[in-house]
């Protein structure tokens, strides 16, 4: 930058000194006879003694100070204005001539009170202002007339602004009758149905009462629903022997009572169990020549054959836990263990005998255990021998459930583990971050500069895509992590920021101070150098090009 100098003249007053010479008499034996004349001060000259001879010859003496002016009898006023203090005017007392003006009002301020008309009119969003005029001069004020702006009328019907799908209703734009707003409606009951389309599997298998359910997954979101498939259920499995319903006669078989999973019950006739006029038969036990069979519950503790034989005719029998029935068992009665029991009843009809192998099983429990595969954990259960299991509920993050690997329509005959199956839920949440680089240092923000959710399948691997931001370059082509069943997976992208060498060319100038190169990041500022040209003054930067700034001289 130059310096300007200013040439400063001193001038200097030249104060001469009149000398009077007060010449004598050409008489040389004169005697001066003065006559003495006093002479007033004035506002501005001192006042004296003149002493005056007749010769012509002059002195002054006794001075006296000048009188200075003083303005005490003001001889007029004017008034002040909306803006303008007014004055008053005095002349000197002494009668010099001298003026003196001094304020003597404060401005009197404007008066805003004639009201002139509307200066602008109301909108949506503006209030309307009035013009005044001031009641003392032609100045006015232009004054806000709060609350009477219009508000937005949105009647302008624009279109669409996004349709309806199964899960949200449709958005229509509606512009303002008086301006460019716009504003977004929802219409109302608008959604679109769902289509269930998407087999997904299993949702409940067919029992002996009731159908099997099979889950459709919506084709447009996830929502999904359960059909039931008709005439899908299983046949009764009538396995749980209750008792007997009615006992057998000499003209009509015995008939037992089974019992379904599901409760209902089946009527069985036992055939070769009529009564005859000699010999034993059995009520509940199923006879197969001399081989006899029947199962009890667990809780059955112990068997009476009394209640069970029934002997015809002259038939008598004893029961024996021996086959050689040397040591019958006189109360008939016997103790059960769980499992295979085996006793021995021997018939005697006259000199006739016949040995029967009996064998009742007392049902053993079964412990029925579930692998969910990951699944929240099922209890397991206690289920006795030619009973049912429960169909239990699981669920798994990430997944939807595809059915259990056991047909629960089917009894249980020993220990069991039962698994369930799964398949990866397609819509898995995932997250994207973009981070640019600060502009301070080669850091990152901690908080992301878009976040972007997403969905996938569970287990897959997702790519984040890499967006292009201005003036910023990813430090990688590609970002990707396995999809997390909990919605877990994080992808973050990361961008460093674009630097820019920026030249300053002085123009001819030379430079005095600063760098006319420098390197910058995107967004940062650079210092200006300093260049100094003889014969010009410097006005500036020519930004035009960005990349060869040059200085400016005139």
């Known amino acids: 930058m130059k310096k300007k100098w200013l040439l400063g003249v001193l001038a200097t007053a030249c104060v001469s000194l009149v000398a009077v010479a007060f010449s004598a008499c050409e008489d040389g034996n004169h005697t001066h006879k003065y006559t003495k004349e006093t002479v007033a001060p004035t506002c501005t000259e001192q006042g004296y003694t003149l002493s005056t001879c007749s010769c012509g010859a002059q002195k ?50 404007h008066q805003y009170t004639q009201y ?122 009538y396995t749980q022997y209750i008792g007997v319903y009615s006992p057998a006669t000499y003209t009509s078989n015995r008939f037992d009572t089974y019992r379904c999973a599901c409760g209902a019950t089946e009527n069985r006739e036992i055939l070769g169990t009529m009564l005859v006029s000699s010999g034993i038969s059995f009520k509940t036990l199923t006879k197969d020549g001399t081989k006899v069979y029947g199962k009890v519950s667990n809780d059955t503790a112990e068997f009476s054959f009394i209640d069970e034989v029934i002997a015809g005719g002259n038939a008598t029998y004893i029961v024996d836990d021996n086959k050689d029935c040397t040591s019958p068992i006189r109360s008939k009665t016997v103790d059960l263990v769980v499992g295979d029991n085996t006793f021995y009843v021997l018939e005697e009809v006259g000199n006739d005998v016949k040995l029967y192998t009996v064998t009742i099983r007392r049902r053993p429990k079964y412990t029925v255990t579930f692998n969910t595969a990951g699944g929240t954990s099922v209890s397991s259960q206690t289920v006795e021998e030619d009973d049912f299991a429960t169909v239990p509920t699981t669920t798994k993050t990430g997944y939807i459930f595809t059915g259990w690997n056991y047909d629960f329509t089917q009894p249980i005959t020993s220990n069991t583990t039962i698994t369930a199956s ?130 400016s001289f005139t």
């Open 60 to 109: 002054r003496s006794n001075y006296k100070a000048a009188l200075g002016h003083s303005f005490t009898n003001y001889i007029s006023n004017d008034d002040g204005t909306c803006t303008q203090s007014g004055t008053k005017t005095a002349l000197c007392d002494h009668g010099c001539g001298e003026e003196d003006t001094l304020p003597d009002t404060t401005a009197v301020g």
């Open 116 to 237: 002139v008309g509307v200066y602008s009119s109301a909108t949506c969003t503006s209030n309307r202002f009035d013009t005044y005029r001031c009641a003392n001069c032609t100045s006015t004020e232009n004054r806000e007339v709060a609350n009477s702006a219009l508000g937005h009328s949105y009647t302008i019907y624009q279109g669409v602004y996004s349709p309806a799908t199964c899960t949200s209703n449709r958005i229509e734009t509606y512009k303002c009758a008086n301006c460019t707003s716009t504003e977004q409606r929802e219409v109302a009951d608008s959604k679109t149905s769902h289509s269930y389309t998407q087999y997904i599997g299993v949702y409940s298998l067919a029992t002996c009462t009731s159908n099997r359910f099979d889950t459709y997954r919506c084709a447009n979101c996830t929502s999904t629903e359960n059909r039931e498939v008709p005439d899908s259920k299983t046949s009764h499995s």
């Open 422 to 551: 799964w398949t990866p839920d397609t819509g898995t949440k995932y997250t994207v971050e973009y981070y640019l680089q600060n502009l301070e240092n080669d850091n990152y923000p901690t908080t992301p500069s878009e976040v972007v959710k997403m969905a996938g399948t569970t287990g897959e691997i997702a790519y984040a895509e890499i967006k292009d931001y201005p003036h910023f370059t990813p430090t990688s082509q590609s970002v990707s992590g396995t999809i997390k069943a909990d919605d877990s997976l994080v992808l973050k992208v990361y961008y460093t920021r674009d630097k820019y060498t920026v030249t300053f060319d002085g123009a001819g100038g030379t430079l005095t101070s600063g760098i006319t190169s420098q390197t910058v990041k995107y967004g940062g500022s650079v210092t200006a150098p300093t260049f100094d040209r003889v014969g010009y003054t410097f006005t500036g930067y020519d930004k035009t090009n960005y990349t060869n700034i040059s200085e």
